[in-house]
């Protein structure tokens, strides 16, 4: 039977209300226990981990499945492999940035700027290296940095290599973004040597969760229309679209519309002749 590792810390919460989402409800006994287990038949337990130690619980076969960010699989260098990215974070439904940051008044403007032996604060030791050496070809002293990295300038280093996703910790702490070294995700993954049926069982998971995420930014709009103006209304439909019923004078349909598009999708369907157009949201749109 397969197992997951959840994360624990800024993407547990965010974590847990997609799989919630996603029908995949973890049950706890208590909120600070760190075993548990998940409505689904394939996943035999889970437990939480610090998202910087699981790509290592994954890659070593400890846990079959997790989900992680794009920093902790590249800084780890574990040899894990991808199955779905998300885009969310702690507070927000789109991924963060690790960036290279100086103080406000620092005058250079891009990296290429810094000095040859600045000093470079980072939780990330691994890819500040790889970027300073392999990608800017610059020397850099690397300064490893467990947590509270931005207070570390100026008496220990003079810029930060750190996570940002609002920008309000560099704001608060007198330091500006000078460039985005990575962008980062939630991704879940499996080990390079994963079995066939923790990849299939990793699939499963990963079109649940999808779907979940997909619910979010769609909308199901059903759409009535007079008979002799259902050629013109069909041509607004999206690729997918089905007839719910109707009668000899009236067509009813359905379809899935992003949520940026309903708007005007509303009004090119009124103005083809739609008489309704209701708005419903979804739990789920999973799409193989
Ligand atoms: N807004 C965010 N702030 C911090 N981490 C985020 C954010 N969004 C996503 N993450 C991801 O979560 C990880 C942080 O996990 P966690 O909150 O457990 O912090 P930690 O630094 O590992 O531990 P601790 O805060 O206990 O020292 C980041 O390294 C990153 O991969
Ligand atoms: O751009 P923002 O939305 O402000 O988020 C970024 C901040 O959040 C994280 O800190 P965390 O709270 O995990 O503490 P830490 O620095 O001690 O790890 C990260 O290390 C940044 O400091």
Redesign the pocket.
């Given at each position: 039977m397969v197992t997951l590792v959840l994360?624990?810390?800024?993407?547990h919460e965010p974590t847990l209300r997609l799989f919630d989402a996603a029908g995949l409800t973890v049950h706890r006994q208590a909120s600070r226990a760190l075993r548990a287990h998940v409505d689904f038949p394939g996943i035999e337990r889970v437990v939480f981990g610090?998202?910087?130690e699981i790509p290592g619980l994954v890659a070593d076969g400890v846990v079959d499945l997790g989900l992680?960010?794009t920093?902790?699989i590249e800084e780890s260098g574990a040899k894990v492999e991808v199955v779905h990215e998300f885009q969310y974070?702690?507070?927000t439904s789109a991924g963060?940035r690790v960036v290279l940051a100086v103080p406000v008044d620092h005058p250079a403007r891009t990296a290429a700027d810094l000095p040859a032996g600045v000093r470079v604060a980072s939780?990330y030791p691994a890819i500040a290296r790889r970027y300073f050496e392999e990608e800017l070809g610059q020397e850099a002293r690397i300064v490893h940095s467990?947590?509270s990295t931005e207070a570390k300038v100026p008496d220990l280093a003079d810029a930060v290599l750190e996570?940002v996703?609002?920008g309000d910790t560099l704001r608060h702490n007198d330091l500006r973004e000078l460039v985005v070294v990575r962008r980062?995700a939630v991704q879940l993954v499996v080990a390079t040597q994963a079995d066939p049926v923790v990849r299939a069982t990793a699939e499963k998971v990963a079109l649940l969760l999808k779907g979940a995420r997909a619910a979010t930014e769609h909308a199901l709009l059903t759409v009535v229309a007079p008979a002799d103006c259902w050629d013109r209304v069909r041509q607004e439909l999206p690729r997918y679209w089905w007839l719910l019923g109707g009668d000899p004078e009236t067509v009813v349909a359905q379809a899935t519309y992003e949520l940026r598009g309903v708007a005007e999708a509303i009004t090119r369907l009124t103005q083809a002749g739609a008489v309704q157009v209701v708005e419903t949201p979804m739990r789920k749109l999973v799409t193989a």
């Open positions: 994360p624990t810390g800024s993407l610090k998202p910087r992680t960010g920093d902790w974070s702690k507070t963060w939780e467990h947590g996570i996703e609002t980062c």
